[in-house]
């Protein structure tokens, strides 16, 4: 088992995963049976048109709210989908590397004749498998509670916009491994992750509002993930491909700095 990094980090991992994939899908079945109130509620619309412009830079447009997939467009993939899938992806990205070698079973594990590479590469696909079983979890949760509050569900959209947050997790999980592997530090793997992921947020919706900081979205990797509202208009290749660079370029720097850096005793 020691051998197969990446057996051993999923079965360690098997409670974490099934709690957040229930917690995926209960999210999702959660938002699609409160959908009814807000389509049935008279003048929410009107009610929305009024709230600050900061809001109605998270919500979008008051029109297409209040229909299912722009219900789920602000509610799931703006908010509450990421935040989700970022501790996820966050936490077991930081607990990768870093997390074993504040623990002190990093070098037990490195004795056994496997490379530096091969763990972090097998742990990298552990993380993804993860959030790959809270995308399943997500998608069960969506579908079903559409079915149970009776309407329909754009599929093709709703499973573009799962996968479009899987690699927003993915990026954020990557990034909080690359920095735990390039220096030994747990902490500081998890805050700059999670500082991107907040900065991105900010930079991608209040600063929307202002014209003169508009420009600067293009660094948040949130701008990359929905900045297409990918539910309802389809995924953009060119910023999906950028998260998959990200991912890329944190992968090959955790793997240059892992193979090179003395580990803590």
Do not use: C
């Not at 938002?31 to 008279?42: E, H, K, S």
């Not at 992750?193 to 947020?201: D, H, K």
């Amino acid at each position: 088992m020691l051998r197969n990094v990446f057996l051993k980090t999923l079965r360690d991992a098997k409670k974490s995963i099934l709690y957040y994939t229930i917690g995926s899908a209960a999210l999702g079945l959660y938002v699609t049976l409160f959908y009814p109130t807000i389509r049935d509620a008279t003048g929410f619309a009107d009610f929305l048109e009024q709230l600050p412009e900061a809001m109605q830079a998270i919500i979008g447009d008051a029109e297409t709210y209040t229909t299912a997939e722009g219900f789920l467009n602000a509610e799931v993939f703006t908010f509450m989908g990421p935040m989700v899938f970022g501790i996820f992806a966050i936490i077991a990205g930081m607990a990768a590397i870093a997390g074993e070698e504040e623990s002190h079973t990093l070098d037990q594990l490195l004795a056994n004749p496997i490379s530096r590479t091969s763990v972090l590469l097998q742990k990298a696909g552990a993380l993804m498998i993860g959030l790959l079983m809270l995308s399943i979890g997500l998608l069960i949760g969506l579908i079903s509670g559409s079915k149970i509050a009776g309407f329909d569900l754009a599929i093709t959209g709703t499973i573009l916009g799962i996968i479009s947050l899987y690699m927003l997790g993915v990026t954020f999980g990557l990034i909080a491994l690359a920095v735990g592997a390039s220096t030994g530090r747990k902490g500081l793997a998890g805050g700059i992750a999670a500082a991107v992921g907040v900065v991105g947020f900010l930079l991608d919706t209040f600063l929307s509002v202002v014209d003169a900081l508009d420009p600067a979205r293009f660094i948040s990797v949130f701008y990359y993930f929905n900045n297409n509202d990918v539910i309802i208009n389809g995924i953009n290749a060119v910023h999906f491909l950028t998260l998959v660079g990200i991912a890329a370029l944190a992968v090959a720097i955790a793997v240059w700095r892992f193979e090179r850096r003395d580990l803590a005793n």
